[in-house]
Structures are given as structure tokens and as C-alpha cells.
């Protein structure tokens, strides 16, 4: 059974920090591509930062140079560090799993369940 487990969130000031935490289990994780989503209410969901299984990250320009992603393959866990945080940033934010064969044969896309940010100015 896949899971991925979000936790860290919570409510903030504007210009607070959190980090948010998303341990896997049941897949093996350092073959997984990770990513972080949020959503906000009325809004489409969103890619806020992703991690390769190499290490090389991409970020939303939105929260470039304040979020940082980063991954620890030895406990199977992605994490996105939110410094400066802005009211813009509240939504609930989600841990996702890709992986897929070269040939892409089988695809694998996994999702936490959500953790609220809120963030107040």
C-alpha cells in the first residue's frame, strides 16, 4: 500500500517560516521524481516545486528564491522549506510521487492527502 504523509503545516504571519514534511512508504523512493502542489480555494491546483531522482529542482516563479525543495532518500522524505511566506501562499499543499518507465509503459503517480498553510498578513 502507497502512502505519502504530509505534515509541517499550520498558520503563520506574513514573512514566517515553515517547512513542510512528505514521507513515502510502499514504493522505492529514490526512483520517484517529487513534487509539491497547492491548492487554493477556487483556484486550480498548482506545481509549487518539484525534485529529480538526480537532485535538479524547478520552482514556481512565484515562490522562487523563498521555498527550497529537498529530498532524503534514506528516509524516504521530500521537504520544501518556506521562508518568507506571504498571505498569496495560503492553500492546502500536496506531496506528489511520479515515476515512469523509459518507454513509459508504466506510469506511477502518487498523492498525499493535503496539509493546510495559512498564512496572515
Known amino acids: 500500500q502507497v502512502q505519502l504523509v504530509e505534515s509541517g503545516g499550520g498558520s503563520v504571519h506574513s514573512g514566517g517560516s515553515l517547512r513542510l514534511s512528505c514521507e513515502a512508504s510502499g514504493i522505492i523512493f529514490s526512483i520517484y521524481a517529487m513534487g509539491w502542489y497547492r491548492q487554493a480555494p477556487g483556484k486550480q491546483r498548482e506545481l509549487v516545486a518539484a525534485?529529480?531522482?538526480?537532485?535538479?529542482?524547478n520552482y514556481a516563479d512565484s515562490v522562487k528564491g523563498r521555498f527550497t525543495i529537498s529530498r532524503d532518500n534514506a528516509k524516504d522524505t521530500v521537504y520544501l522549506q518556506m521562508n518568507s511566506l506571504k498571505p498569496e501562499d495560503t492553500a492546502v499543499y500536496y506531496c506528489?510521487?511520479?515515476?515512469?518507465?523509459?518507454?513509459?509503459?508504466?506510469?506511477?503517480?502518487?498523492w498525499g492527502q493535503g496539509t493546510q498553510v495559512t498564512v496572515s498578513s
Open positions: 506528489n510521487g511520479r515515476y515512469s518507465t523509459t518507454d513509459r509503459t508504466y506510469e506511477y503517480d502518487y
Open positions: 525534485i529529480t531522482t538526480s537532485g535538479r529542482t
